[in-house]
């Protein structure tokens, strides 16, 4: 899911960068969401609830980062 992927994506380079901006947001939930890539199989489960709950992810990834990090630029892989 292109939407997972790229949330994986940015908390992997805010945690090789700034991890500290990572504190109070990631926890072990967002662990198995975003912790390896995401493969689907030929009939993922639930793909909807994945893909809005990767949205609301990232919004509140987006808008933390705004919050506790206002001059940090993220890298390419933002």
Do not use: F, I
């Amino acid at each position: 899911m292109v939407v997972t992927e790229a949330v994986r994506a940015v908390l992997e380079e805010v945690a090789r960068t700034a991890s500290h901006l990572l504190t109070g947001l990631v926890d072990e939930e967002w662990g198995r969401r975003y912790g390896r890539p995401v493969r689907l199989g030929k009939n993922p489960t639930r793909p909807k609830t994945r893909a809005l709950a990767a949205g609301e992810d990232a919004c509140r990834l987006l808008e933390h980062l705004h919050r506790h990090g206002p001059g940090y630029r993220p890298g390419p892989q933002a």
